[in-house]
């Protein structure tokens, strides 16, 4: 058994990024999965899968019932959200709404969708731990308007920027609308979590003001990303609203533009575990701010 380090004894940061001339491929030093006899409501097989891919796709986990009253609350934001409060992003080439963060805070409805069973149970599963929230968010991606995401590690951007020690965190991503292949679906490199790409290029500062619109810091080199694929392919999960995919921190991830006539909206939350808070950054000299990266530590229940 190989035994890892606690990471409060590391000494030197094994996910140093954005220091290098040229992209390196580094292992990962953390458990994807932190205890496999952990309880919870996944099966052992899908335990496995999330292990081997990075990701789980949960088909119909909402109802059309919960979703709709989702999708309203969620464009109801979008309407009234005050132009000087934080949190709101809009697309690179329009006005329309790109993203609306810290859900979480604001939104007694999402703060409730955020700590139901069928979200937090399989992530406590999967992560042995209590958890809370670091980030939610609705990606709009708006009718037409709505542009790429470009391919990231999350947890890449989380330990440089934010101060995100350890890879012990989980996105979740609730279908608001359908997901199908003309409306840029959440893409994914089955295995990639498994590898760490140190990225080139300087983080330059109040990076978030451009990184949400368009990322160009903080990515895969071209072939960084053609070495992850070659050895895992990619998938879209694809399918009606209510569907969920969970995702480990360190899978590469990204989705193209939305072309459809409709929205493709999703609801996120990202669960870190209580024994990974958030510290300084790891390669940036100010810490994002709190609608990024939340640092007042509420356990979900
Ligand atoms: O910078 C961040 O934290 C966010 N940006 C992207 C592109 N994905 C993850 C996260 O929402
Ligand atoms: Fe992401």
């Known amino acids: 058994m190989i035994m890892q380090t606690a990471v409060s004894e590391r000494t030197t940061d094994p996910y140093y990024s954005r220091v290098t001339e040229t992209w390196e ?28 891919d990075g990701f789980l796709f949960l088909p119909d986990l909402f109802s059309q019932g919960e979703v709709s009253q989702f999708l309203g609350h969620a464009e109801e934001l979008a309407r009234n959200w005050p132009e000087e409060s934080p949190g709101l992003v809009r697309e690179p080439e329009s006005q329309a709404v790109r993203s609306i963060f810290r859900l979480h805070a604001v939104s007694d409805t999402f ?14 599963q999967i992560l042995a731990s209590d958890l809370y929230v670091h980030q939610s968010r609705i990606n709009y991606k708006p ?19 934010d101060g995100m020690p350890a890879m012990r965190t989980i996105s979740v991503s609730v279908f608001l609308t ?9 893409m994914l490199v089955p295995g990639s979590h498994k590898t760490f790409i140190r990225c080139v290029g300087e983080t330059p500062e109040n990076h978030h003001e451009q990184s949400l619109k368009r990322q160009q810091i903080g990515v895969p080199s071209r072939d960084a990303l053609a070495k992850l694929v070659d050895e895992g392919g990619i998938v879209a999960p694809k399918g009606a609203a209510g569907s969920v995919v969970m995702f480990d921190c360190n899978t590469m991830h990204g989705s193209a533009g939305n072309l459809s006539p409709s929205p493709r909206s999703n609801l996120f939350a990202v669960y870190n575990s209580v024994h990974n808070e958030l510290g ?22």
Do not use: C, I
């Not at 030093?29 to 496999?36: A, G, I, K, L, M």
């Not at 009718?143 to 920027?161: C, I, R, Y």
């Not at 390669?283 to 229940?301: H, I, Q, W, Y």
């Open 280 to 301: 300084k950054p790891f390669g940036a000299s100010e810490p994002r701010p709190d609608f990024l990266a939340e640092r007042n530590v509420k356990t979900v229940e």
């Open 111 to 124: 703060q409730k969708v955020f700590s139901d069973p069928r979200l937090v149970g399989p992530v406590q």
């Open 178 to 186: 359908e997901s199908n292949e003309f409306n840029g679906p959440l």
């Open 25 to 52: 491929a580094a292992e990962r030093v953390d458990p994807v999965v932190w205890d496999h006899s952990a309880p919870g409501p996944l099966s052992s097989e899908q335990v496995d899968q999330f292990e081997r």
């Open 143 to 161: 009718a037409m308007d709505g542009k790429e995401f470009f391919w990231h590690s999350d947890f890449e951007t989380w330990h440089v920027e």
